[in-house]
């Protein structure tokens, strides 16, 4: 049997993952936890081969942080991470940590037991890209990566001049790439554009 653990803090994606890996009659479950903090702890405890690991688990838990403390300690633990958030940025970053696979929860074709079962296989199973998504008058695959980024900021409520200095641009970029927006997703205000950006999931401000 294949030791799994679940890290997850919604209740109904943690309970599905419990009955597909009891199902299964090839993986157990050693422990499903809510916070990815705690991650570390359990597997020094445990023999565990292959984690669900959520991008955002309970007290803001950074589930991509987690991971990459445990592939640092322990290599040869297995890691998925799984999210429903669109986050631009998440596929980039669980390679950069080391994760072995990634699947989207709501919109991926393959079942999670497809995709544990080849990644425990060897194989490292990446969506070619992030799913699009409805957001205003056009949907998210009608942004360049540099909006994305001033949007991502505009999120955190700072002025023009604050997320110009943390992106290396003027005030008055930045001014423009938010009216760019503006105009493409027919939204109002800034404080409208922000908020439906955190709404969506579009983007997701982490300063970890």
Not at 44 to 73: F, H, P, W, Y
Not at 126 to 153: A, H, M, N, Q
Not at 180 to 191: A, D, P, V, W, Y
């Amino acid at each position: 049997m294949i030791n799994v653990m679940v890290v997850e803090d919604q209740a109904m994606p943690r309970q599905l993952f419990e009955s597909f890996i009891a199902a299964s009659g090839r993986y157990s479950l050693v422990h499903s936890i809510k916070n990815a903090d705690m991650a570390d702890l359990y597997c020094e405890q445990s023999k565990i081969d292959l984690i669900l690991m959520d991008v955002c688990t309970a007290m803001n838990s950074s589930g991509l942080e987690a991971a990459k403390r445990i592939k640092a300690k322990y290599p040869e633990i297995k890691i998925i991470i799984v999210t429903s958030m669109p986050e631009v940025s998440y596929l980039k970053r669980a390679r950069e940590v080391g994760a072995d696979s990634f699947w989207y929860k709501e919109t991926d074709e393959q079942t999670v037991l497809e995709i544990m079962d080849r990644t425990m296989a060897g194989e490292s199973i990446y969506p070619d890209k992030t799913p699009v998504v409805s957001f205003g008058i056009t949907d998210s695959g009608d942004f360049s990566d540099r909006e994305l980024e001033v949007l991502r900021e505009l999120t955190s409520g700072d002025t023009n001049a604050a997320i110009g200095e943390r992106l290396g641009m003027s005030q008055y970029t930045v001014r423009d790439y938010i009216q760019t927006m503006l105009e493409k997703t027919g939204f109002r205000s800034r404080t409208e554009l922000a908020v439906k950006a955190r709404e969506s999931g579009l983007v997701i401000l982490d300063r970890k």
